[in-house]
């Protein structure tokens, strides 16, 4: 289990299906899960029609253990 900490600039373009999708593919890198999220985050705001306006996209998948 994980969560994904994200900025607006991410959700914007993302549900949080399409996140939590998207770093589950990369098992337990978090690292490299949250750079996922971030990139599909920037290929959004690459295709939206703003004129180049690109909101900040910060990122965190962190793991959720349980209390032992």
């Known amino acids: ?3 994904v900490l994200a900025s607006d600039g ?3 373009h ?4 399409e996140a939590v999708q998207i770093a589950a593919a990369f098992g337990n890198d ?3 899960a949250a750079e ?3 990139a599909k985050a920037a290929e959004g705001w690459s295709r939206a029609p703003n004129g180049g306006y690109r909101d900040d996209i910060t990122v965190v ?3 959720m253990r349980p209390k032992r």
């Open 14 to 17: 993302l549900t949080s299906d």
């Open 36 to 38: 996922a999220v971030a």
């Open 61 to 63: 998948v962190a793991p």
């Open 30 to 32: 978090w690292q490299r």
């Open 1 to 3: 289990a994980f969560v």
């Open 10 to 12: 991410v959700w914007d």
